[in-house]
Structure formats: C-alpha cells, structure tokens
C-alpha cells in the first residue's frame, strides 16, 4: 500500500470514529491544557501503559484486532482496548508523538513529518522505515482505551486524529487533551531513551524497561505475573523463565553500560529486583517514609492516650 493510499484509509477510518471529544462549551479550557514537559534524554510515558500489557512484548499481528478486550494490567487499575494488538515498536511511536507533543497545546493539531518522527527515533528515512511508521501510526489512529484508576479514568483514542497538509506534505496530529489526566504527579515516568533504543529488537527487554523504571522499589512478582502483564504469548512455562532471564541479562548489561546497574534474581519462582532509584523516585519514597513515619507515630500517640485514660 503507498503512503498515499495509507493516509486516506486512515482518515476514512479516523472519520468513522465516534469523537471522544468534550462537548463544545468546554473546548475553550480544554485547548489551553499542556502536558509536563521533560528533558531531551528521556521520554515522558504514563504509568499506567508501562505497567500492562496494553504495548506488549510479543510482536504484534496486524490481523490480530481486540474488541473491548480486558488488558492485564496492574491493580487496581482496570483497562479495556478496542483496537489492532499494540506491540514495543507501537509503543516507540506514540512515545515520540508524546514527545514533541509536550510543548504544544493538547487538542490543537501539530504539525510534524515522518523524517521527524523516525529520526527522533534514531531511524533512517528510508522506504520500509516509512511504511512501518505509517503502519503504526493507523494502528494508534484506530485504538480506543477504557481506563478505570484509583484517582481518574478515561476513556478515548490514543491519537485523536492525523491527516497529510497536501501542500506542505507534513503530518497533522492532534491528540485528546483528557490524556494530560495520565500526567499528574507520581502517574507517568521519565524513560531513559538511550536504554531503550540500544534494546530495539528485544522488545521483552524493552517493556520491562518500562516497567522497572515506573516504580521506585519493584517488588518481588512471579515469573507468570510478569509475562502476563507484559502480554507475552509464551504457552510454556519452562520457555517463559528462559525468555525472562535472557530479556532481563539484556537490560542488565544495557543498564551498567548507562551508569544504571541493577541486579536481579529468580529464586522460588519470584523475580527479586535491585536497582537505584531516580532522584524524583528517592524524593517520592522519603515523602512516602515521613507519612508512614508520621502515621506509626499517630497510632503509637492515640495507643498511650487511650491506656492512660
């Protein structure tokens, strides 16, 4: 299929889309929203795609498409897709369309070309790099999310619309600025974007990038929890530890070659993490110390008032 021909399949398909828009007398708010923005180095990516299987790390077919499928996902957040299976390389490209969305008024269409966008991605704008840019963007353009969090929900597209200026041939996209909801504080994280780029073609390794890097202390989970949330289509048990081990030895050596040395282990089937916090995580688990410190101290207080009483 020529670009071309791709473009207008997918502003047909885009047309056809009911609007998740707001409602007119909103549109005036709305437009002025912005999301935070963040370094070069790294890509600013909600939490909540980091820890699912929304983007997973099983190469995507494009025959395979989800009607209102319930992905897994970390709890308590419940989230269900409509829409072509999602895999790490969709995931690269929604990122970018974040990242230079990050300056630009949510809701207004932005302009940028496919040079841009696979260049941001350290990719050559060569024929098959554009169409698989292509391909990717009119599987985003026909997603649609249904998310239920603790503090928001939301439900809508994860590109809103895209359509080709045929005088000055650049892509015009505009995303729904409800997304800016999956940008408040302690919701999305700074993605290294130097790591994941030296992990392109491993993309379990890549997903639990992601992952890890979303939360300030991993716990320890089990190996099928593991593949599961990060959609793996893996039916053997034996196969899923040894496609595990070998991602996470990736990500290891990645890692200490960025000055970000991690360690793991598997022992009893739980996978056991340790890594160094980001500066903005350390902060968060000292607030999150001083409010359990704080709460300890408060039941110790109401303990001794009510013996002395």
Known sequence: MSTLAAL???????????????????????????????????????????????????????????QRAEIYTQRPTRMRYTGPRLDQGDLDVWITLLHIARRKTMGKSFKTSAYELLKQQGKTDAGNNRKTLYKRLFRLAAATLEISATRHSYTGGLVDSIYRDEITH???????????????????????????????????????????????????????TIMLMAGSLDASPSS????????????????????QPFSYEICGGLVHIKRTPSSSQSRHLGRKGSRSKRKIDTVLSTRNYRTVG
């Open 8 to 66: 207008t399949r997918l502003e047909e398909s885009l047309s056809n889309r009911p609007s998740t828009r707001p409602v007119a007398q909103h549109d005036a708010r709305q437009l002025e929203i912005q999301l935070t923005s963040w370094p070069d180095e790294v890509r600013g990516v909600p939490n909540i795609t980091l820890r699912s299987a929304l983007f997973g790390s099983s190469r995507s077919s494009s025959q395979t498409y989800l």
């Open 170 to 224: 650049e892509l015009v996209i505009s995303l729904n600025p409800e997304l800016s909801k999956l940008f408040g504080p302690n919701e999305f994280t700074h993605i290294d974007w130097s790591i994941r780029r030296s992990l392109n073609s491993k993309p379990l390794a890549q997903w639990l990038h992601g992952f890890l890097s979303s939360h300030a202390e991993p716990i320890p989970m089990s190996v099928d």
């Open 240 to 259: 899923r530890e040894q496609n595990l081990r070998r991602a996470l030895d990736a990500l290891q050596l990645a890692s200490d070659l960025h000055g």
